[in-house]
């Protein structure tokens, strides 16, 4: 019964430590592919359920990070596939996207952060998921294929269209601010 016991310990100190180690930024990619309004704590308590529900597979994966930044994906598709259908039901709220004001930053940083994120949730969702996890939480390309489920080549064509579209939706939404500013007295 001890032996048990341990194991279960054992198990738990593992997930415990990638927790610690990992968390941050999964929470951060989940915020970055899921729409504003998404309760990111949930879905990261989501990732670490099934994380301790399947330690063995987490911890035989040649990158239990890269296992984990799948999971994320999952549970971050998972989400949009319910907020769709909370939206064509009705019963999501219209309202704009906000970010969490943190006093030291200026007006012009705020905004270019509004525009990032705008521009980041018109990219196709597959696109955006390699893009999050390579550029912004620095995984490798394995990593990002073994997390996404798809090949490495896959994981480089994606990302250099996934830049391309961000550039361009970040010119179009700067020249659309632009022709608002104008028009405003």
Known sequence: MPQFH???ADVAASVR?????LAPGIARSLGRLVQ??????DLLHDVFVV???RPETMLRAESPRAWLYGIAMKVAVGARRKQRLRQLLGLADAREPTMPLDPAR??????AQLQVT?????LDPKKREVLVLFELE?????EVAAAVGCSLNTVWTRLHRARAELKQKLLQLETVDQVSARRTP
Do not use: C, I, K
């Open 6 to 8: 341990d194991a279960t």
């Open 17 to 21: 430590e990638l927790y610690v180690e």
């Open 51 to 53: 994380a301790l529900r």
């Open 36 to 41: 504003p309004g998404v309760p990111v704590d």
């Open 106 to 111: 200026t007006l012009e940083q705020r905004e």
């Open 138 to 142: 620095g995984l490798t390309g394995e």
């Open 118 to 122: 705008r521009a980041l949730h018109r």
